[in-house]
Nanobody, 127 residues
Framework: QVQLVESGGGLVQAGGSLRLSCAAS????????MGWFRQAPGKEREFVAA???????LYADSVKGRFTISRDNAKSVEYLQMNSLKPEDTAVYYC?????????????????????WGQGTLVTVSS
């Protein structure tokens, strides 16, 4: 079973940038669609972005044009480059893997489509 570990969270001022990483082990990372979700205090987990095994992408409207999802299959790492950060981006960010649909070009934005999750990394954006 693949295991996911996020890193790169922290405190940043509004307008700043952060890059999150999600390292995968024990699985065939290159076969999976991957996603990023976030959960702010007192709110439900929400979709941020997803990427297919071969690079197709989907973004939430709230982050489109500011965030970029990417992956390096050779290194088994997924990234989320976050620019022009806003205080409302403050949340715990989770990476997730869709391990049930291998080599799928369909991108899902619902959390239920992703079977494996990381432990999360906190991003705090100050105003």
């Amino acid at each position: 079973q693949v295991q996911l570990v996020e890193s790169g969270g922290g405190l940043v001022q509004a307008g700043g940038s952060l890059r999150l990483s999600c390292a995968a082990s024990r699985g065939t990372f290159s076969k999976y669609a991957m996603g990023w979700f976030r959960q702010a205090p007192g709110k439900e987990r929400e979709f941020v972005a997803a990427i297919t095994w071969n690079g197709g992408t989907l973004y939430a409207d709230s982050v489109k044009g500011r965030f970029t999802i990417s992956r390096d299959n050779a290194k088994s790492v997924e990234y989320l480059q976050m620019n022009s950060l806003k205080p409302e981006d403050t949340a715990v960010y989770y990476c997730a893997a869709d391990t049930s649909r291998l080599y799928s070009s369909t991108i899902y934005s619902n959390a239920g489509a992703f079977e494996v999750w990381g432990q999360g990394t906190l991003v705090t954006v100050s105003s």
